[in-house]
């Protein structure tokens, strides 16, 4: 394994008795129709001459093709390494040895959350700057300084953090427009998470952030731009891309979804809706079905249903109409499958952000979260109708 020595941000941050208010972002946030075809230009800011590509092969196939044009105009070099799809040690190692003799001076990762995320492990222990270019927007990655690993199989198995933050973050709103619907209404559940999790460690003062800080002011903010701009043009920017439209919603909702999400959620904290999501990764068959966004959601509702029965309703009329699930039902879970559901409490419990919640967390305040959800759920469904929810899963 290519290790390098680990970097701990709580170790820096929480060595205080009273903990510092911290912010962290990218050092450049470029987003548009075509940017990927000036990365290259904006590769003067980093600077670089050589760079790896982390990319799938599919990805080679086609932006990949719009990327490597890119560079060559510049007159920068490169080397293309296959990404397999999982955002795991195995992947990782692999990665770092096929480069490491290879003289790059930063790693581009282009591709989705779990690409973005080997991408920035893979920069780390090769001691260059990580530049991130997401084709999706269904996740709050590109923007952080974590990633989040996964065992072979996709389970989650931990976090690695890292002292530097993406020295660029490039987003072709053209190309996540060309994507499926359903990537981009996961980034909505994502995101929506996010002013609700900074909300709660905001008013927990002994809830600290994924950086083991307290949340800035500026992060609150943040998140509750975030919110807003999911509730005013969440719906709008979903229809954009069912068209494959590029408009001011979906350029706004993409912003949602990555920076305002990724920004809010690493310095704002996480909390209940994030613990939740990834107790679901243990759960195979969600795991197998669902996207992150989409076991956010989920957990998300969990958590509302704690603070305000009448935000939760408010949030899972959103979410239904578009399209991410509101009941465990359409999270592929039965209310019937108690082991499920027992995997998940205790994986939630041992979930450190689920205690940043204001109350008391116990196995029985969880598991009442996640069913009454599931049942506040069930009647949006039946209400407002699942016609959304099965357009995005037909
Ligand atoms: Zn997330």
């Known amino acids: ?140 990655a590109p923007c952080s300084a974590l990633s989040v690993l996964y065992t072979p199989e996709g389970v989650m198995s931990g976090a690695e953090f890292f002292p530097r933050s993406p020295v660029l973050v490039v987003v072709d709103t053209a190309i996540v427009a060309n994507a499926s619907e359903r990537y981009l209404v996961a980034g909505m559940g994502d995101a929506m998470a996010t002013w609700y999790e900074a909300r709660a460690c905001f008013a927990n003062p002994n809830a600290t952030t994924t950086i083991g800080a307290r949340p800035t002011l500026a992060a609150c903010a943040i998140g509750e731009v975030c919110a807003s701009t999911l509730f005013d043009e969440g719906l709008a920017a979903a229809e954009a891309v069912a068209a494959n439209r590029v408009d001011e919603p979906l350029e706004k909702v993409v912003e949602a979804n990555t920076l305002l999400s990724g920004i809010g959620f690493e310095s704002g904290g996480l909390a209940l809706a994030h613990a939740i999501a990834q107790s679901y990764t243990a759960v195979p068959v969600v795991h197998a079905n669902q996207l992150h966004g989409e076991m956010v959601a989920m957990g998300t509702l969990a958590q509302l249903v704690l603070e305000s029965q009448e935000e939760a309703k408010r949030v899972a009329d ?14 592929s879970l039965s209310t019937d499958d108690k082991a499920a559901l027992d995997t998940a409490v205790e994986v939630t419990m041992a979930f450190p952000s689920a205690h940043n919640m204001p109350m008391l967390m116990t196995r029985d305040v969880i598991r009442d979260a996640i069913l009454n959800a599931h049942e506040l759920g069930l009647a949006v469904a039946k209400s407002s109708g699942d016609a959304a929810w099965r357009k995005l899963h037909a």
């Open 318 to 331: 959103f979410f239904a109409r578009v399209g991410l699930p509101v009941h465990l039902g359409q999270l």
């Open 1 to 140: 394994m290519n290790t390098r020595d680990s970097y701990f941000p709580q170790a820096i941050f929480g060595s205080n008795e009273s903990l510092p208010r911290v912010l962290i972002a990218p050092q450049r946030y470029i987003q548009g129709p075509g940017v990927i075809d000036r990365v290259g230009t904006y590769l003067s800011l980093v600077p670089a001459k050589r760079a790896g590509i982390l990319i799938s092969k599919r990805g080679q196939r086609a932006d990949g093709v719009r990327l490597v044009d890119s560079l060559k105009r510049s007159g920068i070099e490169y080397k293309i390494n296959t990404f397999n799809g999982e955002c795991s040690i195995d992947e990782i190692d692999l990665h770092v040895g096929e480069l490491a003799d290879e003289g790059v001076d930063c790693l581009i990762a282009v591709g989705g959350g779990k690409c973005v995320d080997a991408g920035k492990c893979i920069a780390w222990r090769l001691d260059v700057p990580v530049v991130i270019v997401p084709t999706l927007a269904s996740n709050d």
